[in-house]
């Protein structure tokens, strides 16, 4: 009897304070994320993402199992674990969610991947707002399977040490096995799953065609690639015997560098220098996409694709550059993959000066 009431206290409490509770688990997860993944490897943080997705799984299916077998045990310490389930899921759910926004944040360009990211943070913020769907179990799984196919298509090339369509489609039906087995298995013991099944799976199998669509288009960022410096300069050379690169960038005022085209002064050519992180033993090639606005047309046009070689495990990442002939006007040059996703871009105006620009000299 008093165990009943003590139960009843917390609960009413629980219910008086979820509007904060839910979303606080879902800050503080996203907290642990931003300050942890700064000073720990990538096999760490892996290994972090898949412990935040055993828990989410395993929140999901008590909550589910308890509402539709398991209520009617009097089993007190089940009735605890069901209350604070919600906690835990979203606890996990930030911390996945927040993982994928710094990797895929960092590994392209935000004009072109915003969807994809803006779908990671619609995620993130519409628990409170759309609450009453977010208790089903078709909303659990979809949001899931986004998270397991996110996580899936982070993590292989870095196992595999490899990039390619190939390594996407398998992260994708690798995905999409788990979650089919799990329905499989969750509609033995849950009758209201087994009618369900088909609706489950037709939103997983949207899902499914929604990432594979932003794959196809480039939205999504080129994992496990992320840009470390990008900047264009007047000259680039190599020392051999230490291995530094001599950069020989225009001195420029706070409000140049501060415009969405900083102004670098050249009558003929100049530099982009990039470096590029990637996963040890890592292998592709890194295009420098050359693109300069016609104000005619009003649209990009190429100039010139030059690509080299890269290996990861740099921790500053690998550096490389390329030369090409200018006039004056808008240019942009995207660091790209073999098929057209963007890592960065650096965006700048080409401006005819008749006095020699004031240069300094730095060191990668």
Known sequence: MFRSFKFEKIKRWYARYERFLIPGALV????????????????LAFTILF???????????????????????????LRYIRLFSPLLLQFSFGALLS???????????????????????FLMVSNDLLKKYYLQLTVHASVYFFILFSYSAL????????????????????????????ITLLARYIPQVKEKKQTLITSILLVATLMNVFYFTNIIPPIPLTLRDIGVYHSVSRDPQTGQYRLLTEVLSLSDRLRLYPPIASKDSVFVFSSVFAPADLRTNIIHHWQYYDSKTQ???????????????RDQGY????????????????????????????????TQSYNPPLLREEVR
């Open 99 to 121: 993982g994928f926004l710094i990797f895929y944040g960092f590994g392209g360009s935000f004009g072109v991947s915003w969807p994809f990211l803006l779908l990671i943070v």
């Open 51 to 77: 412990i935040h997705l055993v828990l989410s799984l395993s929140a999901i299916t008590f909550m589910h199992v308890y509402d539709t077998v398991l209520a009617t045990y009097e089993k007190q310490f």
């Open 299 to 313: 649209k990009w046009v190429s100039a010139g694709r030059p690509s080299f070689p890269m290996i990861g495990g």
């Open 155 to 182: 993590v292989l090339p870095h196992i595999l040490k490899q990039m390619s369509v190939g390594i996407f489609i398998l992260s994708g039906v690798l995905s999409l096995v788990l979650m089919f087995l799990y």
């Open 28 to 43: 503080f997860g996203i907290l642990v994320d931003t300050t942890t993944f700064r000073y720990i490897n990538l096999s």
């Open 319 to 350: 550096r490389g550059y390329s030369r090409n002939t200018v006039f004056p006007g808008l240019w942009r040059v995207s660091v790209e993959t073999p098929r057209g996703q963007v890592v960065g871009r650096i965006r700048f105006r080409v």
